[in-house]
């Protein structure tokens, strides 16, 4: 089984369009060492052919083109995305969903119905694309029940509802519902190994702690290094749990909270912002991950499990 990073950045990319922090003007003008990444999106596979796309980055089309596998090339119109599957409705997840419009079939569209629910009505993708492809809804179960994708065999999923936020633009924004924002178990049922996939994470509870401690491999949100990144740059008014994402350094961090995790167990972080200081290959905050066994994805990373 495998997985590949297509976009390993939060919404924005690195360097985001109009952002001169620290990180994204020191890239642009080569003063760091950093290496650019595009928004947030993997793809999962257990044949190498027939890919599952979770999540929709704004940069898929970029992402295809840097990756030959995902086009098996079988007929004039082909593409190796057989389905894809949204985490949650932010734009940085769902808005490729778009550029996919020139699919000759309705495109099969796994996603909780409170996601769906979003994107037919405060981001009205599914209704737009109807006029295009379509697409072929499933609800996805969030009670636990393992389940496999038609056309994907040999992968095995599981949802698991997250404590994170719905996006801005929902009416639900401050009231998050169990299925706004989901977690991943991607399960190789040939060995058993397990991959759990949080890019969106506000709050590690004991249970999901068990969940983790029993996968090969978790590759979670990265998105911050302190709660105040974006206030103290003054770039927001708002703190990094405020939007739903636990910072890595602080009491009860994810630092904190992947040191509990087994010494075997993988830890890679994901969905990193353009403000977080691990970007930069010799910072302190990466040398940190570094003594504590913690990787950084990058674009481009596979994942084998
Ligand atoms: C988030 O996960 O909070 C998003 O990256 C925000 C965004 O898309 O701008
Ligand atoms: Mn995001
Ligand atoms: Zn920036």
Redesign the pocket.
Known sequence: MRIRVLGSS???GFPQWNCNCPNCDGLRRGTVVAHARTQ?SIAVSANEVDWLLVNASPDILSQIRDTPELQPARTVRDSGIAAVLLMDA???HVTGLLMLRERSSPLPLLATPEVLSDLGQGFPLTRILSHYCGVAPHALPTDGRSFTVPGLDGIEIQTVALSSKP?PYSPFRDKPRPGDNIGLVLQNPANGARVFYA??LGEVTPELLQLMAGCAVVLVDG?FWSGDEMQRLGLSPKAALD???LPQSGQGGMLEQLARLPVATRKVLI?I?NTNPILIEDSAERAELTRRGIEVARDGMDIRF
Request: without cysteine; charged residues 5%.
């Open positions: 939060a919404g924005g947030s932010q734009i940085d996006p890019p969106g998105t939007m739903g994402h969905h912002n």
